[in-house]
């Protein structure tokens, strides 16, 4: 290949586009030692299925509870940071998937102490809150978008239901954002609402629903003891466990519909659900790559879905900028095919 004598690359690979056919294709191409690093255990756990369904060679495991270390071994962001002395000079390449996420000054040490020839980031959304793609570049060196991931890339583009949802609450005791988070999720008049649009959307829209929050195990909790008497429900947090999660989702498959509540750091990119068709979006957010991310969780294809709904909650007048920012969003990512329209609500003691 024409590396123009760099030897870090930063590569734009959009999900379910080929990205573990890249990974192989690096494997064969250049025939030395490898380490992966995946953002957690699931997509670990993904990338040893399909080196198993795709190549002749079985990966070997690096994280807390299995240590092996070969020609080809995959391990987590967490093991590389914390375990970067033991992994060494081990290595001809390192590739690092989702190379936007766990930026950390510990990964950056690791990244630049590990002493491999070559370094490959890879993302579908190579930037951060922090850093632009110029900035990204000069961590993870030229980007490289694979071609044919233009605009309306996507095998689905989302409907999109704006909840324009209108409130007197001034949340006035409040003095920073973390603390009108909390007036939000203690809001009882708010959830309420929020609760019977959920109803209603799933009963009329929908067969199979994500709920997206923050990464507040006690808000995952509100919601589910609010709903599951309604809707067959479970929770995916950073309390939960990938084996628990798993034996969660198959059990909801058995019924006609369901809703996985879950929080935005641990589902934002966690592993694929094809089936869901109701996406809501109801975690305070203006950052471009933590909506795209959060939204793609519905774009997947399944034999009978057709369509994808986005419910996006606007808190108005409080976070109205983050709503327009959003909308910027949408129309950037998804083009003007998509289908936006606003609804404006009231708080539900004054509609009823």
């Known amino acids: 290949i024409d590396t123009n004598g760099y030897r870090t690359w930063l590569i734009e690979m959009k999900t379910w586009r080929g990205k573990w056919h890249i990974i192989l294709q690096l494997a064969n191409l250049f025939q030395e030692k490898i380490l992966i690093a995946c953002h957690s255990r699931s997509n670990m756990v993904d990338t040893i299925n399909k080196f198993k369904e795709f190549s002749n060679y079985i990966p070997w495991e690096y994280h807390s509870t299995k240590k092996e270390i070969k020609d080809i071994t995959i391990t987590t962001h967490k093991s590389l940071v914390s375990k970067t002395e033991e992994f060494k000079g081990k290595f001809g390449i390192l590739i690092v998937d989702e190379c936007d996420y766990n930026l950390t000054p510990d990964m950056l040490k690791a990244l630049a102490t590990i002493s491999v020839d ?155 659900i094809p089936m869901i068709d109701v996406v809501f979006l109801f975690f305070p957010n203006r950052y471009q790559n933590s909506t795209v991310q959060a939204v793609w969780r519905g774009l997947r294809t399944a034999p009978w879905k057709t369509r994808c709904l986005l419910v996006d909650w606007i808190d108005n007048p409080i976070l109205k900028r983050q709503s327009y920012d959003r909308l910027h969003t949408y129309y950037k990512e998804y083009t003007d095919n998509c289908k936006i329209r606003t609804l404006s609500i009231r708080p539900i003691n004054e509609n009823f």
């Open 118 to 272: 070559w370094c490959f980031g890879m993302s579908w959304t190579p930037t951060t809150k922090e850093l632009d793609l110029e900035s990204m570049e000069l961590i993870r060196g030229p980007h490289i978008k694979v071609e044919g991931q233009e605009d309306n890339w996507y095998n689905l583009i989302p409907d999109i239901l704006r909840l324009d949802y209108k409130s007197n609450n001034i949340y006035s005791f409040w003095t920073s954002f973390a603390e009108l988070k909390e007036a939000l999720i203690e809001d009882n008049v708010r959830i309420a609402t929020q609760i019977f649009r959920i109803k209603k959307i799933m009963s009329e829209n929908g067969k199979f629903g994500l709920l997206l929050l923050e990464r507040k195990s006690q808000e995952c909790n509100k919601y589910y003891n609010l709903l599951k008497y309604d809707i067959p429900s479970i929770i995916i947090n950073g309390d939960t466990k990938i084996s628990d999660d798993e034996e969660g989702i198959k059990r909801l498959k058995e019924y006609g519909h369901w809703l996985i509540i879950g929080t935005i750091g641990k589902v934002g990119r966690w592993k694929d």
